[in-house]
């Protein structure tokens, strides 16, 4: 210790403790080790059928955050400060764009309209009940000063569903409808609040009017459509340059690395225009996944799914541990351990505001969509409602994120009120995340046993796990090839192709084969170059 | 631009710009645009023989910088600090990682004693040499007050190689002992450099006995075999755990996480311990390389492959851009202007020491070399000393970050001394970098020209360039498989394996062969489970 001292005073060269400070390297150390840990357990528990990642790696990190509490006497129990820019600069976009890489998307464009009300539509409703219902119980119970501008914060803080946390107990393969109508919920929940926050500011929302109204829609319109664009035009933009350049030929890496890189930028482009990063970075990975993800060399392609999963992966484990042994951290306690009846209280409030507020516009929604739907196949009935409801019902690092933000600003957690709105909030997404989170999976195999078998043939992917079997395939034909329910043994592409059941998917089908892939590529449309990598020789084991 | 402000005041929802500096986005977003930009600009250039991806990067840095330095009027020219931390803590270990992991263990090993002699003894004579000559020359020529532990400081950072810089000018494939032994040089001496820092602490240098060079050497002894001991340490552990609790089972995704996270732990974990970092976690790379990759699975070995080259890629990128964009930062340049002719003839001294402390080693320590040499086909001739002399004389972003430590901490930069050694580090990375870069591949092709050839047939390398059919392949036979100089027919693994020329390899093999391969994996060491992900059945285009 004493020679690292000097060495930090004096040796310059190559020792980081030199260069930084010493606490930063073993919080790192410490860090990186309990990663590895979740890691290790998350995988010694996969069989488990109540175990998800995201609870190995929260539980992980409250009891570290014990361990430190305790070997530090109560004075710290956090190694790291919680960041809101390490959160959404760093963690969440790689999470979501990789969600976006990966997603089906034949079954998230079916159910666009009802993923669009739900995010839209049911995220303005859960935010009003959830407001309401927090100046109705709040304002009679003493718990300092909170104005109404916190009450609403407070409100869109609790009705945004945590995409992250969907993303954990949610299964693509297992349950695909439910999938992507809630995980795109989550994310398309994202402009909304954008909207709603910029609308808050602007309008008095006591006196709405029709014209305020048609104003809020007309921007979550263009909010909407303009990151949805960002998000487009960045992945059509690397999958022209990547095919038009054939960046292949020399390199690689090169192609990974501008895939990652577009990918990024498009996210930061849409977070400095005052856009929906998460809308345009999801967009950008659908795209990715449609041409780009064609026009790169085989290995590039084993590389990029993993490689982005991976990164993915890694993110998710990061933030739950974050969030775990963030929760501990004694000074937001100090001002609640004198009342602790009252910190439960409001958090018991929160919970219940969360149920009713989601409860209170999956039902009704649910049964709008289903009016529009035709066939009874394609309608939402009761049972997936129900998963509906509650699996979108986890309050997760969002939620902590915003909640910093709001109440911890400029030094303002000394102010009782303040205080408890955090802890109220760390209680409530450790709660939901966990027992809600526990719940989910044995629910939806309760709940959904042959409709989740139902919905994963209707849904236009085997029931068979070929993932195991031949990655490379799994994103092709998932997206892509469609098994229709029609003509249950179609099986070539022509078929396919000829006779197709939805009209806008016809449409923009002969609309991208005609225009799009033969500029941006896509399967199949990727020309060989003479001298042109083929990649194709990928031994086995030797 | 005005909304944007108010939205940091109250907009939290899902909005980086309010949560996090406004600035740090618009940063963020240039940076990456530019990191774009450097990647399809080297890919355009990649055909020219004079430039390399790192001078492409470097003038766009220096452009950028000159454009914001004019756009700001003369304010600022760098859009993030030079911070060390980001370049120990984030930028150096993929490069180094990479480095050790992509190495030709075989070419490495042969040449282990002449490259330790190079990083270690070489090192110190540079060192000396340098220190010498600041201290003859500086001393006379006024440029504010520097003591003696600034010219010993001078002497490490100038004395030591840019690993970075040398892996950008030289080819593994085209030059194999060269990059094995200027490479190799690099990474030895950032342990030289730890223990001569820690001995210029501790000893009287004026009053140097035998006792203190034995103390030096044991050292020196200690902190490599630890660090060596600690990199070998986490890549057997990551080969144990990923090849008993066969992680592949379930998810390729945690495989490849454990892999990055371990070489990452080791690499902390050695700067914690005041041990060489980039020692540790290039052999933890090795390690990784010869064990680990052969435990997973099929798709990891691709991405692992792939992954670690893009994201060195993406570092030494961003490395040579940061360079480029800091060098025309306006505070150090002021104390400088009023005497260029000062500054300029300091750049120069440091330039010929430099060119000297280099040739001083490089030339009798390979005829000590050679001695011990007894077949004439291993010696180094002279015009293979030569391109070692040259090809290691680039100095780069360690330098700089050496530089900022030593004279520009806790404010001194506002010392006339302190500035002009700064600016001079700048110009001698720049310059070296550049001119010195730009004339290393051309001066390989045409002072070795049969060489090449000759040294890629001795060093087990076939010399048409597979990598580009079989990207998979190229790791196990380079490194692995050996071409043997008395039989080049020589074809099966069996007859390689009955008659190695090198008796430490022999007993190295043996040794593995016996007890590590069965417990940590390997190659042909990994027992195929029932139900395993077999994964050979990567397709082509479809």
């Known amino acids: 210790m004493a020679s690292g001292l000097v060495a930090q005073q004096l040796v310059p060269l190559g020792v980081v403790s030199a260069t930084s400070d010493h606490t930063s390297v073993v919080s790192i150390n410490i860090f990186v080790a309990l990663l590895c840990g979740c890691i290790v357990i998350g995988h010694l528990l996969e069989e488990n059928r109540w175990m998800s990642e995201s609870i190995t790696a929260l539980v992980i990190g409250v009891c570290t955050g014990f361990v430190i509490l305790v070997t530090t006497k109560g004075k710290s129990s956090h190694i790291f400060v919680f960041s809101e820019d390490l959160f959404f600069i760093y963690l969440l976009p790689p999470i979501i764009f990789n969600a976006g890489f990966q997603v089906k998307k034949k079954q998230f464009f079916r159910n666009f309209m009802t993923i669009a009300l739900f995010g839209a539509v049911g995220t303005l409703i859960s935010f009003f009940i959830v407001s309401l219902g927090a100046i109705a119980f709040f304002r009679k119970m003493d718990i300092g000063s909170l104005d109404v501008g916190d009450f609403l914060a407070i409100g869109a803080i609790f009705s945004a569903t945590d995409s992250v946390c969907t993303l954990q107990v949610l299964n693509q393969d297992e349950t695909p409808l439910l999938y992507s109508l809630v995980f795109g919920e989550s994310v398309v929940n994202d402009a909304t609040s954008v909207v709603l926050f910029n609308a808050i500011q602007n309008f008095d929302l006591v006196h709405i009017g029709a014209n305020d109204i048609l104003k809020f829609v ?276 022509r078929m396919l192709l000829s006779k197709p059941t939805h009209t806008v998917h016809y449409y923009w089908r002969k609309f991208d084969n005609a225009f799009m892939r033969p500029v941006f590529g896509g399967r199949g449309f990727v020309p060989s170059f003479p001298g042109s990598p083929t990649d194709q020789s990928l031994p086995g084991q030797p």
Chains 1, 2 share one sequence.
């Open 218 to 493: 007309a921007n979550f319109g263009y909010l909407f459509l303009c990151s949805t664009f960002l998000g487009a035009f960045g992945g059509l933009l690397s999958a022209y340059m990547i095919k038009k350049l054939y960046m292949g030929r020399h390199s690689t890496d090169r192609e990974v690395a501008l895939m990652i890189l577009m990918a990024y930028l498009s996210y930061m482009l849409a977070e400095l225009l005052n856009l929906s990063g998460i809308l345009t970075v999801f967009f950008c990975g659908i795209v990715m996944s449609h041409y780009t993800w064609h026009n790169v060399t085989e290995s590039s392609r084993v590389t990029t799914k993993h490689a982005f999963a991976t990164l993915s992966f890694i993110s998710e484990t990061f933030l739950f541990l974050y969030v775990g042994m963030d929760a501990l951290d004694i000074e937001k306690w100090k001002f609640v351990s004198d009342s602790p009846g009252k910190s439960i209280a409001v958090s018991s409030i929160l919970l219940g505001l969360v149920l009713v507020g989601r409860a209170a516009f999956v039902f009704p929604l649910s049964f709008i969509s289903n009016l529009t739907k035709k066939s009874p196949d394609e309608r939402i009935v009761f049972k997936q409602q129900v998963t509906i409801w509650w699996a979108g019902l986890m309050r997760g690092a969002v939620s902590i994120a915003l909640a910093y933000n709001q109440f911890a600003r400029s030094g303002h957690t000394q102010l009782r009120g303040n205080a408890i709105m955090i802890t109220s909030t760390i209680s409530v997404v450790l709660f939901s995340t966990v027992v809600f989170g526990l719940i989910t999976k044995p629910l939806v195999r309760f709940v959904l046993p042959h409709n989740a078998k139902h919905l994963s043939s209707i849904s236009s992917e085997p029931s068979t796990p070929k993932s195991l079997h031949s990655p490379l395939l799994e994103n092709d034909e998932g997206s892509e090839v469609e098994v229709q329910e029609v003509m249950p043994r179609a099986s070539s592409l």
